[in-house]
């Protein structure tokens, strides 16, 4: 397996992830392509792996954290939130410390029931999982589009990390990912944050690679996370049904995601001392 550094051990013994909740972040980039499941099932799998306790919440009818990790679920999003089905009675363990709740073609009927609520069906995921559950984290795949699963999970999580692909196009959609923030802020009176940029697809061959980061550094500063190199190992995992700690753990892509999950428990730690 992928090590750990002293950080991440030391912090796996003083944990009061009870007195403050567990931390509660969204995937997102509306474009498609970014890598928003294999960076929420890396960052989900690594954190398990530090024994930490994480759930991860699939938004996205594609269902492909499910296919990444080689699990079946019979619930999703759409019992929890229409059929008002406990989330204990739902979620699949699919690892060590690690739970999921699935996603699949139910969901399409999720976001149909909440068209029709005339009041709170922006907040719904809220509400229904207002309680303290026994987590650490939880991390939401979200799908790539501004539907209104995607905006309760943006209503449900404090903050957001967004992977963008090192190309012209992503940069795009990441401006649309600021005006939908600025919308949840406003309009929607939830003040949720951007955690932390992840550049993905970054090829150190390509010009337009570092001139992503650079751009993005540019708008974005200290947030800009390290980049996940393009690795094929992180390609081939998901057929393997496995995340990259357990497919390929001495790859450069588990090395980098090493990383991302190294950052989040420091900001785990650092958030909960700020409230402590």
């Not at 363990?93 to 709740?101: E, M, Q």
């Not at 540019?218 to 996370?225: I, Q, R, S, T």
Request: with cysteine; aromatic share 6%.
């Amino acid at each position: 397996m992928a090590c750990r550094t002293p950080a991440v051990q030391d912090y796996r013994q003083r944990r009061t992830h009870t007195e403050h909740g567990p931390m509660r972040i969204a995937v997102l980039n509306q474009k498609g392509g970014t890598g928003k499941t294999t960076t929420t099932v890396a960052l989900g799998s690594g954190l398990a792996l530090a024994g930490h306790r994480v759930l991860i919440i699939d938004v996205d009818s594609q269902g492909h954290v499910a296919i990444s990790l080689g699990i079946e679920g019979k619930h999703t999003l759409y019992h929890l939130m229409v059929e008002e089905r406990p989330l204990s009675q739902s979620v699949i363990n699919a690892r060590p410390n690690l739970d999921v709740l699935v996603g699949d073609d139910t969901l399409a009927s999720a976001e149909i029931f909440l068209a029709r609520k005339n009041e709170g069906r922006d907040k719904l995921l809220r509400k229904v999982l207002h309680e303290n559950h026994d987590y650490d984290f939880i991390l939401l795949d979200c799908g790539p589009s501004l539907s209104l699963l995607n905006m309760n999970a943006l209503t449900f999580a404090d903050h957001l990390i967004v992977p963008v692909s090192c190309d012209f196009l992503s940069l795009v959609g990441v401006k649309q990912v600021m005006k939908t923030l600025k919308n949840v802020n406003q309009v929607l009176l939830h003040p949720i944050s951007i955690m932390g940029i992840l550049p993905t697809f970054y090829d150190m061959r390509n010009n337009i690679s570092d001139e992503s980061i650079k751009t993005l550094k540019g708008y974005f500063h200290d947030k800009v996370l390290p980049p996940i190199r393009v690795n094929t190992r992180l390609k081939e995992a998901p057929q393997h049904r496995q995340s990259i700690f357990e497919y390929a753990p001495d790859s450069r892509g588990a090395s980098d995601y090493q990383k991302v999950v190294d950052w989040v428990v420091r900001e785990h730690q650092r958030r909960a001392q700020a409230t402590a």
